[in-house]
């Protein structure tokens, strides 16, 4: 039989779990800690081969998106892909909006940030990165933050492969960046 005590004891723990997870439910998690404001500045679909890829959604605080100010770009995948994968084609844009071969160091270094960042995906995985200018940026997958990456020259190189004129979608550039009639 309970005592008094005990029963005390269950009802206060019991408050205060449920204090808790209404704080926790009122407050922002994930990426939005970085970015409470940020509201949706455009999307679209990557499709390669009539194979759509990715749903890919640009959040920000403004409603000019650039690289002097933060912002998140929240990538939902529609196939598996390896994380090998997304660390190769990522690199591999880097180097063709870059026009350069990347020095070698910075190369493996970078690799082995995306290694750590990024995950193998599936249908439905959501992998977001929030640019913060001048700092570098930080990877959530499914809202859970899985690695920062502090340098700002990565980041910019990183976030280009959507941003920059020279992507390989231009198509979904202007629907990111809210350009489309």
Same mark, same amino acid.
């Given at each position: 039989?309970?005592?008094?005590?005990?029963?005390?004891?269950?009802?206060?723990?019991?408050?205060?779990?449920?204090?808790?997870?209404?704080?926790?439910?009122?407050?922002? =998690?994930? &990426?939005? /800690? !970085?970015?409470? @404001? %940020?509201?949706?500045?455009?999307?679209?679909?990557?499709?390669?081969? $009539?194979?759509?890829?990715?749903?890919?959604?640009?959040?920000?605080?403004?409603?000019?998106?650039?690289?002097?100010?933060?912002?998140?770009?929240?990538?939902?995948?529609?196939?598996?892909?390896?994380?090998?994968?997304?660390?190769?084609?990522?690199?591999?844009?880097?180097?063709?909006?870059?026009?350069?071969?990347?020095?070698?160091?910075?190369? =493996?270094? &970078?690799? /082995? !940030?995306?290694? @750590? %960042?990024?995950?193998?995906?599936?249908?439905?995985?959501?992998?977001? $990165?929030?640019?913060?200018?001048?700092?570098?940026?930080?990877?959530?997958?499914?809202?859970?933050?899985?690695?920062?990456?502090?340098?700002?020259?990565?980041?910019?190189?990183?976030?280009?492969?959507?941003?920059?004129?020279?992507?390989?979608?231009?198509?979904?550039?202007?629907?990111?960046?809210?350009?489309?009639?």
């Amino acid at each position: 039989m309970a005592t008094p005590r005990s029963r005390l004891c269950s009802v206060l723990l019991l408050s205060l779990a449920l204090a808790a997870g209404a704080a926790q439910a009122n407050s922002p =998690s994930g &990426w939005r /800690e !970085q970015l409470p @404001q %940020a509201t949706l500045i455009g999307s679209g679909d990557f499709s390669w081969f $009539g194979f759509s890829v990715y749903n890919a959604k640009l959040w920000s605080p403004s409603s000019r998106v650039d690289f002097t100010e933060p912002f998140a770009l929240e990538l939902t995948y529609r196939r598996t892909i390896s994380r090998e994968t997304l660390v190769d084609t990522s690199l591999d844009e880097i180097r063709r909006i870059n026009g350069q071969p990347l020095d070698p160091e910075q190369q =493996s270094a &970078w690799t /082995e !940030q995306m290694s @750590q %960042a990024f995950v193998d995906v599936k249908d439905g995985t959501r992998i977001t $990165g929030v640019f913060l200018p001048g700092e570098g940026c930080r990877f959530y997958v499914d809202g859970q933050l899985q690695h920062v990456i502090d340098d700002p020259e990565f980041a910019r190189a990183f976030f280009s492969i959507w941003l920059d004129p020279q992507t390989r979608s231009p198509k979904l550039r202007a629907a990111l960046l809210g350009l489309n009639p």
